[in-house]
């Protein structure tokens, strides 16, 4: 069976979400910055400050060449995965992408909390969240399926993806 991958801005309920989902589903569950929290011994926004993103973004990318081979897992990517390619390639040739939207006001409110996204952790938060959030938006768009998570409890979110994966023939069963 193909994983499930959930691509999105920050603060768009990836983690929440896949987590409920792979409960559902009876499947295992992998959150990309959790793994490299994990195998560092680093907390992500460490990571950027001690390095820089460039390390951080080479991590990022053996991580989901690794975790790209598994099957039948639910896996919640960070917000910039999108940014290679490569990353892209490896994780649709086994999997479905989803991706999670929300809008701008949305996310400025989930991602309120002071240092635990280093991108974010600037003066204008708002424009820093705008800015990064126009220059991924087209590549979130390239998902096989795509849904605004803004106004849906990560329950309701996880039920559509169910039924967008059965609609499509990616499920089979009860779940």
């Not at 768009?12 to 295992?28: H, M, V, Y």
């Not at 994990?38 to 975790?67: K, M, N, P, W």
């Not at 708002?126 to 959030?133: P, S």
């Amino acid at each position: 069976m193909k994983n499930i991958v959930l691509i999105g801005f920050m603060g768009t309920g990836k983690t929440s979400t896949g987590r409920l989902l792979a409960g559902r589903l009876n499947r295992p569950f992998i959150d990309v910055d959790k793994k490299i929290e994990h195998e560092t011994g680093l907390a992500i926004s460490d990571i950027f400050q001690l390095y820089g993103e460039d390390h951080f973004r080479q991590i990022e990318r053996e991580v989901i060449s690794r975790v790209a081979r598994y099957t039948n897992t639910v896996i919640a990517t960070g917000g910039g995965v999108v940014l290679k390619q490569e990353n892209m390639v490896r994780l649709k040739n086994t999997g479905v992408i989803v991706s999670l939207m929300a809008s701008l006001e949305i996310i400025l409110e989930r991602t309120a909390r002071p240092g635990i996204r280093p991108l974010l952790d600037c003066e204008d938060r708002a424009e820093r969240v705008a800015k990064l959030f126009q220059d991924r938006a087209s590549l979130y768009m390239k998902a096989d399926y795509t849904i605004d998570t803004s106004c849906m409890s990560p329950q309701q979110v996880t039920e559509r993806i169910i039924v967008f994966l059965r609609e499509g023939g990616h499920l089979r069963g009860r779940s």
